[in-house]
């Protein structure tokens, strides 16, 4: 085969990959149903996003998976609100309802006004009961690229990564709370959480910088579907703990970015902190 001739085949089968690349990128979302304002769109390199957008006329947009889980490995790859988000709230998080005995395990972004941090804040319900959260100042701009968030929920423990950073472990107790009868629903949201997001809720939104958009460029999920299938998955997830390596990398999180730990807090609890705090 002539050079010329190599050269067009390989640009066409660059071309055709990457058309393929573009349209499964978006595919994802047919997983869910959707509330609010639900775009799609480009990113620069011309991969297909999904947005969520906020402002006073629309209000709360979603994602909300179509089925139910019972364990699993959840991922979403975002990019946060640029400029200034107080008052906003972006979560990623697993459900089981509304009702008092909710089952629920969180990830949630609390925006920011420009040049401050953005605040993730991680928390764990079961029955009903929670007020579990650890919280920690992002260690870069989350408005900037995409970066990839993770739940990790297993028969052992409750996994919360940050790209390829463990920030956080929640242990399973024999005699304590713990998410593991209820299935539980998938959601990702972007909602006005002025009376509580930013600074205790001293900084509302500001609507002038409306629209608010998150973006989403990929979703994964490796996880037991209530009434169905249930495998290991990758990495092991059914069964996987953190290696010391990994609990190195959250003990560098909480020395280093945390903000707020349940645990020593004993102005909330003043009878007592949780039971699970005093044990290892």
């Known amino acids: 085969m002539a ?6 085949l390989a640009a066409v089968i660059t071309v055709a990959l990457a058309l393929l690349q573009v349209a499964s990128a978006g595919s994802w979302l047919r997983q869910f149903t959707t509330d609010g304002t639900v775009r799609t769109g480009y990113d620069a390199s011309r991969q297909k996003v999904v947005m969520l957008n906020l402002d006073r006329s629309s209000g709360a947009a979603g994602l909300n998976s179509k089925q139910q889980f019972l364990y699993g490995e959840f991922s979403f790859e975002m990019k946060l609100i640029r400029g200034n988000s107080a008052g906003t ?16 395990i ?34 870069f701009d989350p408005s900037a690229d995409y970066h990839t968030y993770t739940i990790i929920w ?21 005699d304590l709370a713990y998410p593991s009868s209820k299935p539980m629903t998938l959601h990702a949201t972007l909602w006005d959480g002025s009376y509580w997001a930013t600074e205790k809720g001293k900084v509302p939104i ?32 059914m069964s996987r703990r953190l290696d ?37």
């Open 3 to 8: 050079r010329a001739a190599r050269r067009s």
């Open 206 to 237: 500001d609507w002038n910088s409306a629209p608010f958009v998150v973006s989403y460029r990929s979703f994964y999920a490796n996880a037991c579907v209530a009434g169905g299938a249930c495998h290991a998955g990758r990495d092991g997830w």
């Open 106 to 139: 969180d990830m949630e972004f609390m925006g920011n006004s420009t040049g401050q941090p953005v605040v993730l804040n991680t928390n764990v319900w079961a029955n009903g009961d929670g007020k579990k959260e650890h919280q920690f100042d992002l260690w």
């Open 89 to 104: 709230v972006t979560c990623f998080y697993l459900s089981s309802g509304t009702d008092d005995w909710r089952d629920e």
């Open 154 to 174: 297993n028969p052992t423990n409750i996994l919360f990564k940050v790209d390829n950073v463990f920030i956080r472990s929640f242990k399973r107790y024999a």
């Open 244 to 280: 010391a390596a990994e609990w190195g990398t959250v003990r560098w999180a909480e020395r280093n970015y945390m903000r707020y730990n349940y645990c020593t807090d004993g102005w909330r609890f003043p009878n007592g902190l949780p039971a699970e705090c005093s044990r290892k």
